[in-house]
């Protein structure tokens, strides 16, 4: 499947043939919620813009029910139980005046029940259609639960992997994560949002919650106009375009104005520029928050201040509640502004067919939520979003003779818990959840001998609230001579087995929401552990469980093999001993570009040429004491094939501005066995009103090929892949200029050619 980016500008005809779900579009909806609207007092009006907790997680929120009769709730987070929800349900159905539906939401992120990999694994896919296929069942198991709305995708562009949430979003590169939103939204809100299997999808958390100083969670973050229009806009547009419902406004300072205050993201972008015409929900708690940003003198100021700025919906702090009613009667908000807020939300519930169906089909649900049928596919993720990213030696994949003895060694071989993330839901159920340590043995039988030791204890140095919320006990620490017996005990067993697969990484909470860190090393001792078992000489294939890019510089040239696994779901030990052994062929893509080390950060391949470029007149380092390069480039990712890009040929140069530049290339598979190429294609603009990234990715082709198949892939760039957002002119240019292209399989292909565009 072949991917391009859409147009930032496209025309109001273009917006118009798309699946966006706009209560504008359709004049009978539009009659549905003026009626009902025409029926609401002011007070009931200002109720639906209030979203509440059906369980106390924040203090001094409210009692739900007491809630709900009052006409103070519009929608219910934090419960998924389909019990729980018929319960508030019927609160709203039976004992409120005009008896309208709540909307439950909940962070579905990447599964339900069925959990599958974190999404910037499902972003190393390269493949929208498995990304679709996932987020499909996803919300058919929610909506099943009686969820109507997701909080994702998370669509934050993150280039410093610091940043603990880049877990839930698709990495560094807009060209990339405009596709893998358009294939969430699809996914999640399907083509009706009144079926049984599809929910509300949210693009969050706009815009720049990525860029936070530092990688710190929740820090300020400062971005340029052009990186926000050319780099970090691009996902939310892609999403605007494949019809998502709802948008959430971000918890940081955006150039010092926090972003759920912020007039220019929420009025000038969104709705004025893009014409977005569904409602927008903050943040939990970040409307009262921008008091505590320094923002808002109190909270009814933090409430103006929200409301008009373009926040819809207060997510859990109570100040709409509080406040907008006598914002109203003070003159400072009119009622027709409240009208204008009101009327998305009710569009959504007319949408979701919520006043036909309010209520959960609890023995539906039974058969829905967590059905076996599901399972094939969480395997098939795992598979193919796995990065094989080093293999010496050809070491895998690994023979299944038997006879042998394989030691699977480390903290994260043998923990379920550790094969999901934070966002694995509240009510995190691990016994469906298969482990490296239990795959192989599945997948080996009685054909080989399977010994497991964890050798060290990892665990964070600080604890987020995220911990106790989950209900993540602390575990006692080892004691010396604990922690001296099992390390022993690990390289004993590696010097008495055939060989080692070497499980380490992040525990779940390590990475997400609150879980930066400062320093990308294994935590704990893993990487003594990782040198006291190569130092036995046994053949050693590292598995790596993580959220982020750790720091592997030693072992990309003392460990033969290492496999990227991500944290990778409930399938994924199954899925991960499908690749160890052959049964399955590792095909996923690098979606970050991978650091040698934590000195290297923000990395990302799209930086600038500047005045002194790097491998130019013998200037190799911007660093005096290691290389600039990165240990692996975006887009890296190797395969038990073996392929290869040839043949680049652009069919016409030079173009007229506006005009499809046509480029095709061969890709051939020359090894023994079947496998995916992911083929790239990159540009360089060489001059022009901006000075424009060393290379953008701009199309990429996910090939299939049988052993000694040979493809060719076309890619077509049209205006939208040539033309940037220039910070000199204040809007999108389509330079007449000369650009380079490169194609093949990672950001540092040599496969190169040239064209040019006329005016």
């Known amino acids: 499947m072949k991917y391009f980016i859409a147009g930032i500008a496209l025309s109001a005809a273009c917006l118009a043939g798309t699946a966006q779900a ?22 009931e009006k200002v109720g639906q813009l209030a979203q509440i907790g059906g369980v106390a997680f924040i203090p001094g929120s409210p009692n739900p029910e007491d809630a709900i009769r009052k006409g103070q709730a519009g929608s219910i987070l934090w419960i998924s139980k389909p019990a729980d929800i018929n319960r508030l349900q019927k609160v709203a159905m039976e004992e409120t005046r005009l008896r309208i539906p709540l909307i439950f939401g909940l962070d579905v992120i990447h599964g339900f029940k069925t959990v599958f990999p974190m999404p910037l694994a499902l972003a190393a896919s390269w493949d929208g259609s498995l990304i679709q296929r996932v987020h499909g069942v996803a919300a058919r198991e929610a909506r099943a639960a009686g969820i109507t709305w997701t909080f994702a995708p998370m669509l934050d562009i993150a ?3 610091r940043w603990g949430r880049m877990i839930e979003g698709a990495g560094e590169d807009p060209f990339l994560g405009a596709m893998v939103a358009r294939a969430q939204v699809r996914g999640f809100q399907g083509d009706d949002l009144s079926s049984p299997d599809h929910i509300l999808a949210c693009a969050k958390h706009f815009a720049g919650y990525g860029a936070a100083d530092g990688g710190r969670d929740y820090d300020s973050s400062y971005i340029s106009d052009s ?66 940003h320094g923002f808002a003198r109190d909270r009814s100021d933090a409430a ?71 399972l094939p596919l969480a395997r098939e993720a795992a598979q193919r979003t796995a990065v094989l990213l080093r293999n010496e030696g ?64 990892i665990a964070k140095q600080y604890r987020s609230m995220f ?11 080892w004691t010396e001579a604990q922690a001296g017996q099992e390390f022993s005990k690990a390289v004993d067993l590696a010097r ?31 990487q003594e552990l990782m040198e006291a078992i190569a130092a036995t000489g046994k053949p050693v294939a590292l598995v790596l469980i993580n959220g982020r890019p750790l720091n592997i510089t030693w072992a990309s040239s003392h460990i033969p093999a290492i496999l990227e696994a991500w944290h990778p779901g409930n399938e994924g030990g199954n899925g991960i001993a499908d690749l160890l052994f052959g049964d399955a062929n590792p095909g996923g893509k690098l979606p970050i570009t991978w650091p040698r080390n934590v000195g290297q950060l923000p990395l990302y391949y799209a930086h600038n ?138 950001a540092s292909a040599a496969l190169h050619a040239e064209f040019s565009i006329q005016p």
């Open 227 to 292: 990186e926000l229009w050319n780099v970090y806009f691009p996902p939310f547009r892609a999403a605007l375009d494949a019809g998502v419902s709802t948008f959430m406004s971000a918890y940081m300072d955006l150039n010092d104005v926090p972003a759920t205050g912020n007039s220019f993201l929420l009025q000038d972008v969104l709705r004025k520029t893009w014409k977005f015409q569904g409602f927008v929900v903050s943040d939990a708690n970040s409307i009262g928050d921008l008091v505590t």
């Open 496 to 526: 008495r087995s055939d060989l080692v697969v070497l499980v380490l990484g992040e525990a779940a909470l390590m990475s997400g929401e609150l879980a930066s860190q400062a320093s990308l090393d294994l935590p704990g001792k893993q």
């Open 609 to 746: 040429l500047t005045h002194q470029p790097e491998n130019a007149r013998g200037f190799t380092s911007r660093y005096w004491d290691q290389s600039g390069a990165p240990l692996y480039p975006f887009g890296h990712g190797l395969s038990y094939a073996k392929f290869a890009v040839s043949n680049l040929k652009v069919a016409k140069s030079p173009v007229k501005a506006g005009s499809p530049v046509e480029i095709s290339a061969e890709i051939e598979n020359s090894g023994s066995v079947a496998g995916t190429e992911v083929v790239q294609l990159y540009i360089h603009q060489r001059a022009g009103g901006a000075s424009r990234p060393v290379r953008e990715l701009k199309g990429f082709e996910k090939v299939a090929l049988k052993a000694g198949e040979k493809k060719t892939v076309r890619f077509s760039l049209g205006k939208s892949e040539l033309s940037y957002w220039s910070s000199a002119s204040k809007d999108w240019v389509l330079d007449a200029e000369s650009f380079d292209v490169w194609v093949g399989q990672d």
């Open 467 to 477: 911990e106790d919320l989950l209900g993540m006990k602390k575990v006692d620490p």
């Open 22 to 43: 706009q209560p504008a579009g359709s004049a009978a909806l539009k009659t549905k919620v003026d009626a009902l609207l025409g029926r609401m007092t002011l007070e």
């Open 304 to 374: 103006f201040r929200a409301f008009t700025a373009g926040v819809d919906m207060d997510m859990a702090s109570g100040t709409y509640n509080e406040n907008l009613l006598t914002l109203i009667k003070a003159g400072r908000i009119t009622e027709a502004q409240v009208d204008s807020a009101v009327r998305p939300i009710l569009a959504a519930k007319f949408q979701l067919g919520l006043f036909e169906h309010p209520y959960v089909d609890e023995a539906r649900s039974k058969t829905i939520i967590g059905a076996p049928e599901y």
């Open 394 to 457: 050809g070491l895998l994949p690994l023979a299944k003779g038997s006879g042998k003895t394989i030691a699977v060694i480390g903290p994260l071989a043998d923990s379920r818990r550790d094969m999901l993330t934070m966002w694995s839901g509240f009510d995190v159920d691990t016994s469906t959840t298969v482990t490296v340590l239990q795959g192989i043995r599945n997948k080996l039988g009685a054909n080989a001998r399977v010994e497991h030791a964890a050798g060290v204890q």
């Open 159 to 161: 280039r410093d992997p």
